[in-house]
């Protein structure tokens, strides 16, 4: 194989390998992400969300389902970009927080396209909002006009209960493309604010998801439900010791499960401050052992309410007594392993490090097959040819400026600068007397002949100059030859 075919399949073979990590690793981009916040896109909104940071709004992105909204005891304003047109309607539990007292912008409604010219410019309290939509409602009844013209709606307000829905035609009346008209982002801005509420963007819609959040409230609901099983049994065993002699294995059972009981409930506080994936997946795995210590004592309660045999029902309960102990442990390491610094591990562990790797590995198997070897022959650097010269002549130079010796410069310097002047005037080659120099220049030139006496002058041998003088002295030589 030539060295050129060589070059040539492995040029081939490095671009084949970064289209396909391209292909692979880069984030892929969808129409979902139309009206989100985290898209920099013209059909995004980031800039907005950017714009409302920046006047001091209180905003956040909700990345879950809307049903986990129900206990806020706040009331709360929704902000709904959908990425495509969807019908104007609600659904039960969309309708059942509204009337609680809770908003619903909703941008991006179908509607009817009407005879309207698609790029208008409607009125408002902030100035002209830009639309770019032919799609108009036509409000009646309960339904009342926010923003739009004689062809109807843009932006429309739906009472729903204590609480109210509002619907735009565009899901664009604030996108990113239109950061130049400030009219747009300050209306939206007005519409969705309100003091009292909470003020929440919809991400989840978008395919965002706060899966940490909603992974430790179903561990939470669980853990939940574990415990009321656990006060049920509870009382099982009470109404069970009733009449019955206490001993001292009961009370120190009883005692361990009470300084459980406080040290989970110090641990959930721990857990609620510095909860992370791997905390949460430790609680799941605690809230499975105590589930399982649970279900043995309810085991014990059972067996001793059928057998009335305390021994027995005792040892069960030691055993589910061990079991939940594990579980706190569990929890407890959860927490401390959170608590620690972060070490060199933990931050690679979180950094996406793939795709660098494995370029990294495609290099380096490429450098292997080519044997490290370059891509063609090695070419020797160009010497560049000295000028004897003029190396001469500059090292001459800089002896002579050391030692300060303008009288030798002066000198060597004037005769020949006075030849040069002798042979341009047709005198010759043999140095002629200054007066006579001086008169055959001022017949021929018609110059004043106090300039060529000067620097004739300063060619008196064994006189020695500045060197500012050497150079104005110079400068007045070559001002005659010109």
């Not at 009219?183 to 963007?201: C, H, T, W």
């Not at 300060?404 to 005037?425: D, H, I, P, R, Y």
Request: proline share 5%; hydrophobic share 40%.
């Amino acid at each position: 194989m030539t060295m050129n075919r060589r070059i040539t399949l492995i040029g081939v073979i490095v671009i084949a390998v970064i289209i396909l990590l391209t292909l692979i690793a880069a984030p892929s981009t969808s129409k979902i992400n139309s009206g989100s916040t985290y898209s920099r896109a013209p059909d995004g909104y980031g800039a907005w969300y950017a714009f409302m940071q920046q006047r001091g709004t209180p905003i956040q992105r909700w990345q879950q389902p809307l049903a986990n909204l129900i206990t806020q005891p706040r009331p709360v304003t929704m902000v709904r970009v959908y990425s495509g047109l969807i019908p104007p309607r609600l659904n039960e539990q969309e309708e059942y927080w509204l009337e609680q007292g809770n908003r619903l912008v909703i941008l991006g409604v179908r509607t009817r396209a009407i005879a309207a010219e698609f790029s208008s410019l409607q009125k408002s309290p902030f100035g002209d909002v830009k639309i770019d939509t032919r799609r108009r409602f036509k409000p009646g009844g309960q339904f009342s006009q926010a923003l739009g013209d004689k062809f109807g709606a843009v932006v429309w307000r739906q009472p729903q209960g204590k609480g109210e829905v509002i619907f735009a035609t565009t899901p664009y009346l604030a996108a990113n493309a239109y950061q130049d008209y400030l009219s747009n982002f300050n209306y939206l801005a007005d519409i969705v604010s309100q003091k009292e509420n909470l003020l929440f963007v919809d991400e989840y819609i978008h395919g965002y998801k706060d899966l940490p959040n909603l992974r430790k409230q179903a561990v939470r609901q669980r853990e939940e439900a574990v415990i009321t099983r656990e006060q049920a049994v509870s009382k099982r065993e009470e109404a069970l010791n009733t009449g019955e002699p206490d001993n001292a294995e009961q009370r120190g059972i009883r005692n361990r499960e009470k300084a459980l009981s406080e040290q989970e409930k110090a641990i959930a506080s721990r857990e609620q401050a510095n909860a992370d994936k791997q905390a949460i997946s430790n609680r799941e795995k605690a809230v499975s052992e105590r589930e399982s210590a649970v279900k043995q004592r309810e085991e014990a309660a059972e067996a001793r309410e059928i057998t009335s045999y305390p021994k027995q029902a005792i040892n069960t309960r030691e055993r589910a007594v061990k079991a939940r102990e594990r579980a706190v442990k569990a929890r407890e390491a959860a927490v401390n392993s959170r608590e620690e610094a972060d070490n060199l591990f933990t931050y690679l562990t979180n950094t996406p490090l793939f795709p660098a790797l494995l370029q990294a590995g495609v290099v380096l198997l490429v450098l292997i097959w080519a044997k490290n070897h370059r891509f063609g022959a090695t070419v020797p650097l160009e010497t560049a040819e000295i000028d004897n010269s003029q190396a001469y002549i500059q090292a001459l130079a800089g002896v002579l400026q050391k030692a300060e010796s303008t009288e030798f410069v002066v000198e060597m310097v004037g005769k020949e600068e006075q030849l040069q002047l002798q042979k341009a005037l047709g005198l010759g080659l043999v140095p002629l007397e200054p007066e006579v120099l001086i008169d055959a220049w001022v017949q021929q030139t018609g110059a004043n002949p106090k300039d060529l006496k000067q620097v004739l002058q300063r060619q008196s041998p064994n006189r020695r100059i500045s060197e500012q003088d050497l150079l104005s002295w110079l400068g007045k030589w070559q001002k005659l030859r010109l």
